[in-house]
């Protein structure tokens, strides 16, 4: 079976993909553009099979960014801002409109700073991700990071894991936000999507190696069912959960950098599209998706 090397943006992490998986949400993509005609500026993977915990039934979770044309924009009344279809099969689309993303990076949104991570790209413009990428580092907040993936830790904790038999499986719900509050600790940067990168935090050496257990034994599609909860886990998660509880107020809030860099932003992304327009048949370009694996996903023979 022919593979696809899907390439982190960093360059330094590899997914191995199938190809034809690669090429049915590359068409799809194209697909969106034309029904709704927009433009996608940035399409990855955002889930378990970025995380890297994948499981034999995990979809493919596929998160995109677009932008109309710029009379688009000029409007009283607010317009739907994302595009959304109901789960087929493994595949659920999802995606943003331009002003959207603007408005969640303004408000320091983690999931979007997430995207912009992701070990996994179906489509990349480039001139879109450069201004995106350095309007993320202006905007990123560690107290809005640090509440986010607490909230998230602490309600996977109370639903999952607060029983003497749990799910094994939802460990990593709860320990991947908290290893990304670490993360936000150490480094005040967005954290990385991949669990392993996270991982490396974890010094004490029992406890690496129960949750280096667990992870080899979801990504080789061990079934991880009901069983006796594991304490060292629990007391880890515990301890982490009530420190950000205590800690998460003191984090420096970082004034949010002047309006106008955003708008500049949105302006020069509109530009852009508009300019790139002229130089194509339409304002859909219907052969990129075919392009990109010359720059993120390169297929191995």
């Not at 789960?87 to 320091?108: A, H, P, Q």
């Not at 995207?115 to 560690?142: A, G, H």
């Amino acid at each position: 079976m022919s593979l696809t090397l899907a390439k982190s943006i960093k360059k330094d992490s590899i997914v191995i993909m199938d190809q034809a998986i690669i090429k049915t949400i590359q068409e799809k993509l194209s697909q969106i553009e034309k029904d709704h005609a927009v433009t996608i500026l940035y399409a990855v993977e955002s889930g378990s099979r970025a995380w890297g915990f994948k499981s034999s039934d995990s979809d493919y979770d596929i998160r995109f960014v677009y932008a109309h044309n710029t009379k688009w924009y000029l409007n009283i009344l607010p317009k739907k801002d994302v595009i959304e279809y109901p789960i087929i099969g493994e595949f659920d689309y999802s995606g943003w409109d331009l002003r959207k993303t603007m408005f969640l990076v303004n408000k320091s949104n983690p999931v979007f700073f997430e995207w912009l991570r992701s070990p996994i790209v179906y489509y990349k413009d480039e001139y879109f991700y450069n201004i995106m990428e350095q309007l993320s580092k202006e905007y990123f907040s560690p107290i809005a990071s640090v509440y986010h993936y607490l909230h998230m830790a602490s309600g996977n904790f109370r639903q999952f894991l607060q029983t003497d038999e749990v799910k094994i499986k939802k460990y990593f719900y709860v320990l991947r936000p908290i290893l990304a509050c670490m993360w936000i600790e150490n480094f005040r940067e967005s954290p990385p999507m991949e669990f392993e990168k996270l991982l490396i935090q974890i010094t004490e050496k029992e406890l690496l190696e129960k949750i280096t257990e667990l992870l080899v034994k979801k990504k080789s599609g061990i079934e991880l069912g009901i069983e006796p909860k594991i304490e060292i886990i629990n007391s880890f998660i515990e301890s982490k959960l009530k420190h950000f509880e205590n800690v998460v107020s003191t984090f420096d809030p970082k004034k949010k950098p002047k309006q106008a860099i955003l708008e500049e932003g949105f302006i020069k992304i509109l530009e852009n599209i508009e300019k790139n327009a002229l130089s194509n048949t339409g304002f859909v370009e219907s052969n990129k998706f075919q392009t990109q694996p010359q720059n993120e996903l390169e297929y191995q023979k």
